[in-house]
């Protein structure tokens, strides 16, 4: 008589199977947990020959598909655990997830509901819908789920992180701090928190406690820990190397290389050199400002220009660029992989990344090598410390730089460095109106010498603040006219002042213009000629003011700077050298401070200055657009010529340094 197979029960499951099914259940579960994924989908595929019902296998093999990244498999092995097991809540989280990490979002939505429906108290899936609703942009929707969430299980670190990010969009920054907050005391491990957490208190002018944080950031930042995102790291320190340490932890961390497309083949040439343009601020935004004369002033005979759309907003600006490009291809709703797939289908030459590691940024698509050749370009300041990107801009340096200081800190950018004589290619569209504007309609006392600085104060560290407080002092009646941050900025900034011994109502702020789209030409004009109310423009540092201080200088306002050792630190000096006004760099904070107060005693001396750059706004680089795209363009033809030649990538120059 034979004898009958024992029979075994999974307490997960509450149902027999096999003892074979479970055995190489089992073996999957332990290969798994080693991180050997195709042997352990090889052993969840036995196990379902074996008993083909076994929902919990499909389960977790589809797990192991979401671990390798294979998401379209994973959602094949989730369907048919649900069709299995109905009621199975997990799987429909599990899911919703797979569907968030391929952008479907709708579906991703669908799943989180059904597992509400089937586990109101699931805590982990009103959250991970809060995240799909945040990546929506429906961001007061968001805070609803991620409090349902919090609400069902309060040390649920994530969705008070999320909550927080949810609230910052919403402009409610106190409040996102003390979710911030919470989420750390919960969690201080979770990736990038504790800047994310610092640049929020900056915004609010909230100083406590910053040089603990600082040094903490900084020790993370040195032990390659995602302890401050690379953006971060470029306000908080002069420091080339915590920067590029800090840019690395992020690559290595999100953004490895991805070798799934394979190599790309040589291609010969056929003609223009195609050029793909990667930005998620393709619309009025400081990128496009660089851009827009770029793209109009390129020698199409030479170039053909790809738009790949990251985030769609209509607007007078997109469509001015829109006209500019040869090929407008909106790819927001694709994937990283598929965006990098379909450049390469288009055969694009040269990709060029204008986000970097910036909060719209899609450093996925250049990872997966997007195109041959890869340049990091305007978006972000600073080395993107990634192997696939092959080249970024700078400067020619001028004679009168520390050139052995700028060698040291070479060693701090991974890509090759393509110089040209101005990195800016200002659009001279941004026409200054005419309206007459007086004082009074922003606050400003009549006879009183104004200092502003227009940036936006997250910038804004107390050595700055000191700075300016001892430079008001010292100039009877002036007053520092800054842009309007919130209400509780506003409160902290007036208590700083009055602590060092100035009245805080020698401190004017002035909000925003917001206007309809279709008007907003017209509150650029006025933006840009309010700039002639004052009488100079104090910069701030460690990360000087950019696009704030060409508009200054295009509207004849003398920019004063102190220049640093990293990129971010030595924009504004950039600036004034391709205008031609070097005098107005400094390089210390007491040569800063002097200067300052000597050009406010000086009225002569200042009125010599704001002729200056007058005069030079139409006759140097800096707002020479045709001249600089001609620059920028012969630099990507050359680093085409060395790609064809199968040269590495080097630093060049496109002029000889020193010429004009």
């Not at 040209?420 to 504007?437: A, M």
């Not at 005069?615 to 001609?630: D, G, K, M, S, V």
Request: with cysteine; charged share 25%; hydrophobic share 40%.
């Amino acid at each position: 008589m034979a004898t009958k197979k024992k029979q075994y029960t999974n307490p997960f499951m509450k149902v027999k199977i096999s003892e074979d099914a479970v055995s190489l259940y089992k073996k999957a579960l332990v290969l798994k947990a080693a991180g050997q994924i195709d042997a352990a989908i090889k052993k969840y595929d036995e196990a379902i020959l074996i008993k083909p019902d076994f929902f919990e296998a499909y389960y977790n093999k589809g797990n192991a598909h979401r671990y390798k990244k294979q998401f379209k498999a994973a959602v094949a092995c989730y369907d048919v655990a649900i069709v299995l097991k109905p009621d199975f809540a997990m799987a429909y989280l599990t899911k919703g997830n797979a569907c968030k990490d391929i952008e479907k979002f709708d579906l991703a939505l669908e799943c989180y509901e059904k597992a509400i429906q089937l586990n109101p108290e699931y805590s982990e899936a009103y959250s991970n819908r809060g995240v799909v609703l945040k990546n929506l942009t429906l961001f007061a929707e968001a805070v609803a789920s991620f409090d349902m969430a919090i609400s069902l299980k309060p040390e649920l670190s994530e969705a008070h992180y999320n909550r927080g990010a949810c609230l910052e969009k919403l402009n409610q920054l106190t409040a996102a701090l003390e979710s911030y907050e919470k989420a750390f005391e919960l969690n201080p491990q979770i990736d990038y928190l504790l800047g994310i957490k610092l640049q929020l208190k900056l915004s609010l002018c909230d100083w406590s406690n910053l040089e603990e944080t600082l040094a903490l950031c900084a020790v993370g930042i040195n032990a390659q820990k995602p302890i401050a995102d690379s953006f971060t790291a470029l306000v908080l320190f002069d420091n080339p190397q915590l920067h590029l340490l800090s840019a690395k932890a992020h690559v290595s961390n999100q953004f490895s290389s991805d070798q799934s497309l394979g190599d790309i083949p040589k291609r010969e040439p056929t003609g223009r050199v195609r050029i793909g343009y990667f930005s998620a601020d393709l619309y009025y935004h400081p990128v496009s400002i660089w851009l827009a004369e770029q793209l109009e002033n390129h020698d199409k005979t030479k170039v053909e220009l790809y738009a790949f759309c990251l985030k769609s907003v209509q607007d007078p600006m997109r469509d001015r660029l829109e006209a500019a490009f040869d090929h407008w291809i909106d790819v927001q709703s694709m994937s990283d992989l598929e965006i990098a797939k379909l450049s390469r289908e288009l055969e694009i030459d040269i990709a060029i990344d204008l986000n970097g590691h910036t909060a719209d940024g899609r450093t996925g698509v250049f990872a997966a090598r997007a195109a041959p050749i890869q340049v990091s370009h305007l978006g972000f300041p600073g080395s993107m410390g990634a192997e696939y990107i092959d080249y970024m801009m700078g400067q020619i340096p001028s004679p009168d730089e520390d050139l052995q200081e700028l060698e040291r800190n070479r060693q701090f950018i991974t890509e090759k460095i393509a110089y040209v004589p101005s990195g800016f290619t200002y659009d001279r569209q941004r026409q200054i109106s005419e309206e007459p504007l007086t004082r009074a309609q922003f606050g400003l006392p009549e006879a009183a010498f104004v200092f502003t600085c227009q940036n936006g104060l997250k910038k804004l560290m107390p050595e700055v603040f000191d700075i300016w407080m001892e430079i008001l002092k010292a100039v009877p009646g002036s007053v520092l006219w800054l842009q309007k941050p919130s209400d509780t900025a506003v409160k902290n900034l007036i208590k700083e002042a009055n602590a060092r011994g100035v009245d805080g109502e020698r401190l004017i702020f002035t909000a925003r213009e917001v206007v309809p789209k279709d008007q907003e030409k017209a509150r650029i004009g006025r933006y840009l000629s309010s700039y002639r109310l004052a009488d100079l423009f104090l910069d701030t540092w460690p990360y000087n003011a950019g696009t704030t201080a060409i508009d200054a200088l295009w509207a004849g306002l003398p920019v004063l700077t102190k220049m640093g050792k990293a990129y971010v630190a030595r924009m504004a000096a950039e600036a004034l050298r391709a205008i031609e006004v070097p005098e107005l760099i400094t390089r210390t904070p007491q040569a800063y401070q002097e200067l300052a107060i000597e050009l406010a005693q000086n009225p002569e001396k200042l009125m010599q200055l704001k002729d200056k750059v007058h005069r030079n706004r139409l006759t140097t680089a800096l707002f020479n657009p045709a001249a600089n795209t001609r620059h920028i363009e012969s630099a990507y033809l050359e680093m085409y010529k060395r790609y064809q030649e199968s040269l590495e990538p080097e630093d060049f120059y496109i002029a000889v340094p020193n010429s004009k």
